[in-house]
């Protein structure tokens, strides 16, 4: 039987109060790619990815995952990077494995364990004195040691110093299944477009441009981060010119 597609937007919208932070998203994600969801601040990228992981509801329209409604399946199937650290303070990263072990069967502990001797991530350390970007690592590591089918990473390697973000980066790709599709949202583009194999472009909440990263390249003979660049630039506010403050 032809499975369904591991994630599908079908006319969904999200407000805010008056704020529309989607608007009529329709877009399918297939099963085994490494996709980057792409957009300027507040285009809606934590947003579609709230979606998937069903921590909010649409407004409007549908959404599935593995066709299926998000809820208590979807979840089991779903690893999620949220955009800040969720651990209690005392807890040590042995803490934290054993918490993962016991709440997800998906768990690789050893895997995990691998990842944090590679990064020189000392088992007894505390959250409390870690630094920010080994807190990141250690969250990363725990959500790539799972063996999900859709693993969302928001804002995976932002305060992560660039040499941790190659090993980090090689860790994704080579480390989920391949039957498993990774998400990632970013503003690194220059850093992460190596490992795409599709880009989505978000802008004021609509879904711009999904294309494969090989297509992008031979159309228009530029890197990601220059495509983007040209798609989102802006018009610099210069005194003067065109006689705006006069
Ligand atoms: N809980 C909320 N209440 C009100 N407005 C919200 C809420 N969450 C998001 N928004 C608004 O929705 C829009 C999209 O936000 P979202 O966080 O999805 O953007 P983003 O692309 O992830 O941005 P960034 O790159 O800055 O993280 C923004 O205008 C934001 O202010």
Redesign the pocket.
């Given at each position: 039987m032809k499975k369904a597609p591991l994630a599908e937007f079908r006319g969904v919208s999200?407000g805010?109060?008056k704020?529309?932070?989607?608007d009529n998203v329709t877009l399918t994600i297939g099963r085994g790619k490494v996709i980057g969801?792409l957009?300027?601040?507040?285009?809606?990228?934590?947003?579609?990815?709230?979606l998937m992981n069903g921590l909010?509801q649409p407004t409007k329209g549908e959404l599935f995952i593995d066709g299926k409604t998000p809820g208590v399946y979807t979840k089991s199937i779903v690893s999620y990077l949220p955009?800040r650290t969720y651990f209690a303070d005392w807890m040590n990263v042995k803490d934290i494995l054993s918490m993962f072990d016991e709440f997800y069967e998906d768990f690789d502990r050893s895997k995990a364990e691998k990842m944090c001797a590679a990064l020189n991530i000392d088992k007894e350390d505390r959250i409390k004195t870690m630094s920010k970007g080994t807190r990141e690592k250690v969250q990363l590591i725990l959500v790539m040691s799972r063996n999900a089918q859709l693993y969302l990473l928001?804002?995976p390697i932002a305060g992560v110093d660039p040499a941790a973000r190659d090993y980090i980066l090689t860790t994704i790709i080579n480390n989920y299944n391949e039957e498993g599709t990774v998400i990632l949202?970013t503003?690194l583009i220059s850093d992460i477009e190596r490992v795409l194999d599709e880009v989505v472009f978000?802008k004021e909440?609509k879904v711009v441009r999904h294309e494969t990263v090989d297509a992008i390249k031979e159309k228009e003979g530029k890197s990601i981060d220059d495509v983007f660049r040209d798609t989102f630039r802006m018009v610099p506010f210069a005194r003067g010119v065109n006689g705006n403050d006069r």
């Open positions: 999200k805010f109060g704020k529309l932070a989607l969801l957009g300027p601040n507040g285009s809606g990228k934590t947003t579609m990815i709230k909010i955009d928001d804002e949202s503003h978000i909440g």
